[in-house]
């Protein structure tokens, strides 16, 4: 007999009954729904400036090219020392000077160019020394100069003439213009310039309650400032228009990027208002990104 013979099959059970559905909670709640009045939740509906008369060009319209600042850099560093990371030797040395300002100090710099692996003959650094090191790091591009003013400061005590005593003070400044000049031909910033104003608002239909105001260029000042600048020079011609803008050093300046080339454009806003108009060119990007951040750009 064979032990197939034997088996004995289990006895058939009745499936279990399906389990009680979990009654629904007596918890009041609320439901979410999305607040269409809520800026968070609105779209970008952008109107851009016009000029009221025909064949008059439009605010922030370029007249005309030329090369940035940081691109005049590039090329004055190539023509010094013939390598995109001069005054150092190649890319290896570029990063290890970086390194170097970041991470250690002056005395740590010396110790460790004084050790056996950045004094081999295979390392060939153009630097052995903390002084040496400096001097190449001064011989980079740098921005606007510092200028040193002296102060005199009137305290709120007396001397013995009874005169009130005052101090010497040293004012250390940069100036302001060709600090503005910096940044707006920075190409790091080039996706975050404006040249001309206009109105953002959250929905196509872009009536009053869904307007956004997030820029300098979106609020209302400048493009009422920009209306009343186009009424002012309606009397002037192009060439003559742009020959007094230039002369009272009023004319926009900043870059204006094109594909892989950085060009450095003049834009014509309005003589009257640009003097106010110089840093709000910029969106508040400038508040979170750090301009040193320049000497990692390389225009090639």
Not at 15 to 43: C, H, K, L, M, Y
Not at 143 to 165: F, S
């Amino acid at each position: 007999m064979h032990a197939a013979d034997d088996f004995v099959y289990p006895e058939r059970q009745e499936s279990p009954e399906p389990p009680q559905a979990i009654p629904p909670s007596r918890r009041a709640t609320v439901e979410e729904v999305e607040d269409e009045g809520d800026p968070e939740n609105f779209g970008r509906f952008v109107e851009p400036f016009e000029n009221e008369e025909e064949g008059r060009a439009p605010a922030g319209t370029p007249l005309e090219t030329g090369k940035t600042l940081f691109e005049r850099m590039y090329a004055d560093q190539n023509a010094k020392n013939g390598t995109d990371f001069g005054p150092f030797r190649d890319e290896e040395e570029w990063d290890l000077a970086r390194w170097l300002m970041k991470n250690v100090n002056q005395t740590g710099t010396d110790e460790y160019l004084k050790l056996p692996i950045p004094q081999n003959k295979k390392a060939n650094l153009s630097f052995h020394n903390n002084r040496a090191f400096l001097k190449k790091v001064d011989q980079l591009p740098t921005g606007p100069d510092w200028t040193c003013k002296i102060v005199t400061a009137a305290g709120n005590r007396v001397n013995e003439d009874d005169e009130l005593m005052s101090e010497d003070l040293e004012l250390w400044m940069r100036d302001p213009v060709e600090c503005i000049k910096e940044l707006l031909s920075n190409p790091v910033f080039r996706e975050h310039m404006a040249y001309a104003p206009e109105r953002v608002y959250g929905t196509k239909e872009g009536h009053g309650k869904s307007r956004i105001v997030d820029e300098m260029w979106t609020a209302e000042w400048w493009w009422k400032l920009q209306v009343q600048s186009h009424r002012q020079s309606r009397n002037f011609g192009r060439d003559e228009l742009q020959f007094k803008t230039q002369s009272v050093e009023l004319a926009t300046v900043g870059p204006e990027i094109r594909g892989d080339s950085p060009s450095f454009v003049k834009h014509f806003m309005c003589i009257e208002s640009q003097r106010k108009m110089f840093v709000s060119n910029l969106s508040e990007i400038l508040m979170k990104v750090k301009v040193s951040v320049y000497r990692e750009v390389k225009l090639k």
